[in-house]
């Protein structure tokens, strides 16, 4: 099993299969850390979205899956400011 470092290097390179690796590791528990601060379906379903976007075309941008994550966090408990 590669780590998550692995798999951001990977992505770094455009290897779309370390982008599917790293999706199926943590859509399920980003989806129920979502319903946690919300329960517009279509703001979680933006913002999961809008995360593993971001992995994609910004893979050095966090050093980890949870810099994306929280930095999607605070958009979504502000529902005035829109999900990018």
Do not use: C
């Amino acid at each position: 099993m590669q780590t998550d470092q692995e798999l951001l290097k990977q992505i770094e390179l455009k290897n779309s299969h370390a982008l599917e690796l790293l999706y199926d590791r943590y859509e399920t528990s980003l989806y129920l850390l979502l319903r946690r601060v919300t329960t517009d379906e279509a703001r979680i379903q933006r913002t999961l979205a809008h995360i593993f976007k971001a992995v994609w075309t910004e893979p050095r941008r966090h050093t980890s899956i949870h810099g994306y994550v929280l930095a999607a966090i605070k958009h979504v408990q502000h529902p005035t400011q829109p999900v990018h």
